[in-house]
């Protein structure tokens, strides 16, 4: 004898709700950290890049901060130096006072010096 079932709850679309919820993400994007919070730019999209990019912005809290840190952006930025901070730029030109205090970070937080451009 077969066991009856009970009807399956309607499921809505799952694109309907990826609709109503996309325009909250430029809301959620905002608390992830502060516009001036100092992103440093480690060329994602080149693992291994034969040069470098300077920074755009400064290095913020979520890099210098201990109880407010980003551990995660932390060890990206110290890996990437690690790597890649002894090539010459991409454009040719000296590091800018931008990139100075991001090599003067990687230092600070225990980067041998060897590995960033003077």
């Given at each position: 004898?077969?066991?009856p079932t009970s009807p399956r709850p309607r499921r809505r679309p799952r694109k309907l709700l990826?609709?109503?919820l996309l325009p909250l993400l430029p809301l959620a994007a905002g608390c992830e950290r502060a516009p001036a919070d100092g992103r440093f730019d480690a060329q994602p999209a080149t693992p291994s890049p034969s040069c470098l990019v300077h920074q755009a912005e400064p290095?913020?809290?979520r890099y210098r901060d201990t109880?407010?840190?980003d551990g995660p952006a932390v060890l990206e930025m110290m890996r990437y130096y690690t790597a890649n901070g002894a090539k010459p730029y991409c454009d040719g030109h000296p590091p800018t006072?931008?990139?100075q205090q991001w090599t003067r970070l990687y230092t600070e937080l225990g980067g041998g010096p060897g590995h960033v451009a003077g």
């Open positions: 004898m077969p066991v990826a609709l109503l290095p913020g809290t109880a407010s840190s006072a931008v990139d």
